[in-house]
């Protein structure tokens, strides 16, 4: 190895006694303690950012990965030590995974910069633990891989394929309506998540694993492999691999990788894929990290002008392993090329072009459509600006009802959570299909700390009459599982002092996604007078709570904390 790539190994970020040379010799001694020969020591560190826990179903595949990986480090004559970081289980955490996602950014952050690795591979699947990931390792700059999960498997019940978790939310809306019995919607629960990995559609772990593809940190064609194949834990050796090939040429660096350029790629695919709209949030964090601001207004143009390829659910037919065995995100990314930044540099050492100079072999014509045949004409997302929403909301157009599209609407309001699961089903409530559903105080600064909440349940009186979808809108989150005409994200928030928080039961509100309008009718002079007297909620007096409730940023920004972002 020469000078210049000489690695440091255990002797990186050595401890602060005053004395260094001393430091080297004590960690040398105690890790000695831990069976390490003297030889093994001397070797480069590739480190393994894991995030197991008893509370994270998405990550049951994890030591396996670990071993994997390890493999392919020794295999290049490295040492690979694993070391825990904070673990977000989407579904075990209160009030929302979202709130602890940039305290794991914080925790891989400052690992990988406190601990002697010189290079890292991240292990993560759940929906905020890659953003969480991505964020710490652009923010700590040593050369870093993404490895996810993995989605699980749908399998058949009954004639049909089951998978986590548009399906869910179909049986769910059913049972709500009456159409399943008690027996039913138990049987199938334990029918719908049967398999290590995460979420088996297009929801927003697999929508974060194709997007960390498209920005090159993860190695091609790795974001659709399904947890429990074997291509998985190759995909993990191949990571420990060449890991210890960028750990020998100091790079290329997360901020080399994630560039302007490289943003725009991986926003054209989560448009291209008909992906969670929770994307644009983690999307806009880690371009955050580097410095690069992601534009609502960007994102409509390249809305306009990019068409939805995969026919996968919540939007089209599909589970995630159908896009695996149809030919991966390669196949979407080579449609895409003439649309594509491919001078943009990934961890493999090579540009997206220099990936993309072979078509791929076969492609499965029903799961990814050529770009000349798109699935649908335009992009999957579109941000909507106006009086309701100055700085913007989001809509997932591809999974709404287009007949929903250029509508007003009467206002009914819900001031927080708590109101809506108290009110939503009364048989009193006085709604109509042609009503908006309005939610606040739901937002980033709220209480809530920004759950997936925006998908409204449709009332019980009218889901019961047929109604499957209607227009509603929050300063919520919804789960990239999800699907109808929902409109989300809305900013600045309630809890901010946004126009959301001022909107009463009976205003007029339209909306128009040809125009990528959303407007509150009711004149500034009533708002101004809503307005006084105002007073934004009450923030904790102590701990991680404080620090969040104080330094999160709205939607637009990637709800990240004010003091991570780079300048």
């Known amino acids: 190895m020469s000078k210049k790539n000489k690695t440091l190994g255990i002797e990186g970020n050595l401890t602060n006694y005053g004395d260094p040379g001393f430091a080297a010799y004590l960690r040398r001694s105690f890790a000695r303690s831990m069976g390490y020969s003297v030889d093994t020591l001397d070797r480069p560190i590739i480190g393994i950012a894991t995030s197991p826990s008893g509370f994270n179903n998405c990550h049951r595949s994890m030591p396996e990965l670990v071993e994997a990986v390890k493999r392919g480090v020794l295999k290049r004559g490295g040492l690979p030590i694993d070391f825990p970081t904070t673990s977000l289980g989407e579904v075990f955490l209160s009030p929302t995974s979202m709130k602890f996602r940039n305290l794991m950014a914080m925790d891989v952050e400052e690992m990988i910069r406190a601990q002697p690795m010189d290079a890292c591979v991240l292990i993560g699947g759940c929906d905020k633990t890659v953003p969480a990931q991505l964020m710490g390792a652009a923010s700590a700059n040593v050369p870093s891989i993404q490895l996810v999960t993995g989605p699980m498997l749908a399998l058949p019940f009954q004639g049909e394929r089951l998978g986590a978790c548009t399906d869910c939310r179909r049986f769910w809306g059913r049972y709500r309506a009456g159409e399943i019995s008690d027996a039913q919607i138990d049987e199938i629960e334990g029918k719908l998540a049967t398999t290590a990995g995460s979420c088996a559609v297009m929801g927003t772990a697999s929508t974060m694993a194709s997007i960390t593809e498209a920005l090159g940190m993860g190695l091609p064609n790795s974001a659709a492999i399904p947890a429990v194949h074997a291509d998985r834990l190759r995909l993990a050796e191949a990571c420990g691999e060449r890991a210890m090939e960028m750990a020998v040429d ?113 492609v499965d014509r029903d799961v990814v459509r050529p770009f000349s045949d798109p699935y649908q004409k335009e992009g999957g997302l579109v941000a909507l600006f106006g009086s309701l929403a100055p700085t913007g909301a989001i809509l997932k157009r591809a999974a709404a009802d287009p007949n929903l599209f250029e509508k007003e609407g009467r206002a009914v309001v819900f001031n927080s959570l708590e109101d809506l699961s108290e009110r939503i089903d009364s048989p009193d409530l006085d709604v109509t299909a042609d009503d908006f559903l309005v939610l606040k105080n739901a937002g980033p600064k709220s209480e809530s700390c920004m759950p997936e909440a925006g998908y409204l349940p449709i009332p019980k009186k009218l889901a019961s009459a047929g109604v499957k979808d209607m227009v509603r809108i929050s300063d919520a989150r919804m789960s990239g599982t999800a699907f109808g005409t929902v409109v989300l994200h809305v900013s600045p928030d309630a809890a901010s002092g946004g126009n959301l928080a001022f909107v009463e039961n009976g205003d007029r509100i339209r909306i128009s996604v040809k125009n990528k309008v959303l407007e509150l009718l009711v004149e500034p002079s009533e708002l101004q007078r809503r307005r006084s007297g105002w007073q934004p909620p009450v923030i904790p007096e102590r701990g991680y709570s404080k620090l969040y409730r104080e330094t999160v940023t709205q939607a637009p920004d990637g709800c990240d904390f004010d003091f991570l972002k780079a300048k």
């Not at 983690?282 to 143009?301: D, F, P, Q, T, Y």
């Not at 979407?332 to 540099?345: F, G, S």
């Open 250 to 362: 100091r790079g290329p660096l997360p901020r080399s990788v994630i560039t302007r350029d490289s943003v725009e790629n991986a926003l054209r695919v989560l448009l291209a894929i008909s992906g969670s709209t929770n994307a644009v949030i983690h999307l806009a964090a880690v371009a955050g990290r580097c410095g690069i601001e992601l534009s609502l207004e960007e994102l409509n143009r390249l809305s306009d002008e990019t068409p939805v390829l995969v026919n996968l659910k919540p939007t089209g037919e599909h589970y995630m392993q159908d896009l695996f065995a149809a030919g991966g995100l390669q196949a979407v990314l080579w449609e895409l090329r003439e649309q594509l930044n491919l001078d943009c540099m990934t961890v493999t050492g090579e540009t997206l072009g220099e990936r993309l100079k072979v078509a791929p072999t076969w």
